[in-house]
C-alpha cells in the first residue's frame, strides 16, 4: 500500500508539473513542484530493489554527502577560474563567494552535530559550548536554506533547457549583448544568433529573426545592426530580418520586439533565444508584459555558468514577492531551530 502510495505521488506531481507549465513556465512555484516530483521519483524508484531499498536508500545518501562536500571546493576552484578569464567585477566573483560560504556552512554543521559528541553528557551545561553549538547550528540551516533555494531554481533552469520544444514559429527575438570593439559580436552574442539560426533552419516555415538591442555609449553601431550583418554573413536573407535598435535592458529588448510583432498582421508564435542560464529570467519579464512566447537558450562556456546563474538567482529573488516568501522561510526556519533549543 506504501508502495502505491509513493508512486501515485510521483506521478501526480509530474502531472502537476505538467498542467502548470502549459499553463505558465515562468511562474516560480514550477520551480518547487518539479523539485518535489523528482524527490518522489527518486523514492518511487528506490521500491524497485524490493528488500535491498534500504540499502538503495543508503548509498543514494551517502552519494548525495559526497556531491555536497565536493560543490564548495567545485565553486571556489570555478570562481578563481572565472576570475582569471572575466576580470575582477562583483559579478564574476559570486561562485567564489557562494563557495566559500557553503564550505563555511558545511564547518559549521560539523561543528554543531559534534561538539556534542565531543563535550559529552555535559556539553548543554558548559555556557561557551553551547553558544558554539547555536551559532553553528544558525549559521548551518540558515546556508543549507540558501543552498537548497539555488538547487530548486538551478534544477528547473536546466530543465528549461532539455525538456522538447515545437518547431514552427513565426518570430524569434534575439537578446543582444553588448560589442566587442565597437561592432563586432562577442563570443556570448555569437552563440544566441548561432542558436537562431538553427531555430530558423529547423522550422518548417522560417520565422522572422528579431535581434534586438539598441546602441550603447562605446558603440559605433547597434546590436541589433552588428548581429543583422552577422545573421546576413551566415546566410539568413535580409527580408527575413527585422531590426529593433532601441532597447538597453532586457525589459525593453521584450517590450520592443512586442510591439514590432504586435504590428504585424498574421500568427505571431514567438520564441525568444538568450543564454541558457538567463532563459527562465527572461520568460518571467515576457509573462509580465503579456508576450506569450516560449523560450531557448544558447550555449555558455562552462566556467562562466554558476556565477551567471547566481546572478539569475539573486535577480529573481530581489523581486519584492519572492525576496518576502524568501525571507519568510528562512525566518520559520531560523524558529523553529530556536524552538530546538528554547522551546
Known sequence: ?????????????WIALGVAMEKERSRYRNCYILFVAIVFSIIALTTLFGENQGMAILLLVNIIFLVLLIVPFFLIINGILMIRREGHSLSNLLSLILGIIVLIGEIATFVAFLTPEIAGSDWDTAGSLLNITRISSFFSVSVIYVSMAFV?????????????????????????????????????????????????????????????????????????????????????????????NRSTTTMENLKYSKEIIDAREGRKY???????????????????IGLKCTGVGSHVAFYYWPSALIREFIAVHSEKKHLFIFIAGWLGAMFALALVYWG
Not at 500500500?1 to 506531481?13: E, K, Q, R, T
Not at 563570443?187 to 516555415?205: M, N, Q
Not at 533565444?273 to 515576457?286: E, I, K, M
Open 1 to 13: 500500500m506504501l508502495y502505491f502510495v509513493i508512486w501515485a505521488l510521483a506521478i501526480l506531481s
Open 152 to 244: 530548486v531554481f538551478m534544477i528547473y533552469c536546466v530543465f528549461l533547457q532539455v525538456i522538447p520544444i515545437k518547431k514552427d514559429f513565426d518570430y524569434v527575438i534575439i537578446h543582444g549583448a553588448g560589442l566587442l570593439q565597437g561592432d563586432r559580436v562577442s563570443k556570448l552574442l555569437s552563440d544566441r544568433l548561432d542558436k537562431a539560426i538553427e531555430v530558423y533552419r529547423k522550422d518548417p516555415t522560417p520565422p522572422m529573426l528579431i535581434p534586438s538591442g539598441g546602441q550603447g555609449s562605446d558603440e559605433s553601431i547597434s546590436e541589433s545592426e552588428a548581429m543583422a550583418k552577422y545573421l546576413i554573413d551566415k546566410g539568413i536573407p535580409a527580408d527575413k530580418i527585422l531590426l529593433e
Open 270 to 288: 514567438t520564441v525568444l533565444v538568450t543564454s541558457n542560464y538567463h532563459v527562465y529570467r527572461a520568460l518571467r519579464y515576457c509573462r509580465k
